[in-house]
């Protein structure tokens, strides 16, 4: 908090003596060595809004592999995510740690970036949304973390929790681009917050750390007696066009796309079937 003060000092600075505001920002995010996320490890971005992200990176050296393709529906990493709630920080009693907006935001871009992800790579998020008691007039607050599946069970580890930011006030990767950290099986994060064990454990002794337990995939809740399975990759890829379309209806819903885009993107996800 105290180098987050710093550097908005800086930036007021550098901007009141005439430097403009773009090369102020970036001289303030320059200040400290502690400003910058090592985004070396990004393999893809499957989600990237002005502020957030959900992405893929190379699995934390000496981890061992995950369990991928992980294959579950949007509505049930939708009930998992619920599920999960906090203490500490400026509440005192539990309170979930995603609302429905961000739940509704973000849950598709993890369902496609889990059934994407390799067996040395993990499922990073950064989410925005509005927690507080004044509703959708409290300041924005961001949530971070590091998602993988293992052993029958989805880890979620946090790395920000509902910590807010105005500006600069989070770190800045470039001049635009905020410093969002996700979460790491090498060392626990200190934010004052500490995930409740509903729905799973927590893991490794640690408050930030919660291996969740998960449903059968959706192949196996779906078959009829006595029939053949689905095939697990033919699962995957519906589950995958799945999330892309509902991605894809969102954009189009928002003025984001145009209406020959949204044609044409939709042609070519559908004919990857």
């Known amino acids: 908090m105290i180098e987050q003060q710093k550097s908005r000092a800086l930036l007021r600075a550098l901007v009141c003596i005439g430097l403009p505001v773009a090369a102020a920002m970036a ?6 060595t502690e400003v910058r996320d090592d985004t070396s490890k990004v393999v893809s971005y499957v989600y990237r809004p002005q502020v957030g992200y959900v992405r893929i990176e190379r699995i934390e050296t000496g981890a061992p592999d995950n ?3 992980f294959d579950i529906s949007p509505d049930a990493l939708s009930r998992l995510l619920a599920s999960l709630e906090v203490k500490g920080g400026e509440k005192t009693g539990a309170a979930p740690l995603f609302n429905d907006g961000e739940l509704k935001e973000f849950v598709p871009y993890l369902v496609a970036a889990l059934a994407k992800a390799r067996p040395k790579e993990d499922v990073c998020f950064a989410v925005v949304g509005k ?3 004044l509703g959708s007039y409290s300041p924005p607050s961001v949530t971070t973390g590091r998602l993988f ?15 807010h930011f105005e500006g600069p006030d989070v770190g800045f990767v470039d001049s635009l681009t905020p410093r969002l950290p996700p979460g790491s099986r090498l060392q626990a994060s200190n934010t004052g917050w500490k995930l409740l ?4 454990r927590l893991a490794d002794g640690r408050s930030d750390w919660i291996a969740l337990d998960t449903p059968p995939p959706p192949a196996a ?4 007696p006595g029939t053949a399975p ?14 892309r379309l509902i991605a894809l209806d969102r954009l189009k819903a928002d003025g984001l796309i145009t209406q020959q885009e949204y044609d044409e993107r ?7 079937l």
């Open 221 to 224: 809740r779906q078959q009829p």
């Open 67 to 69: 369990d991928y393709p």
């Open 197 to 200: 064990p509903k729905g799973g």
């Open 230 to 243: 689905t095939p697990a990759t033919a699962d995957s890829r519906y589950q995958e066009a799945q999330s």
């Open 266 to 272: 939709r042609r070519a996800i559908l004919q990857g």
């Open 131 to 133: 927690h507080g008691p």
């Open 27 to 32: 001289l303030s995010a320059c200040s400290t």
């Open 149 to 163: 599946a293992r052993d029958g069970h989805l880890n979620v580890i946090l790395g920000l929790v509902q910590e």
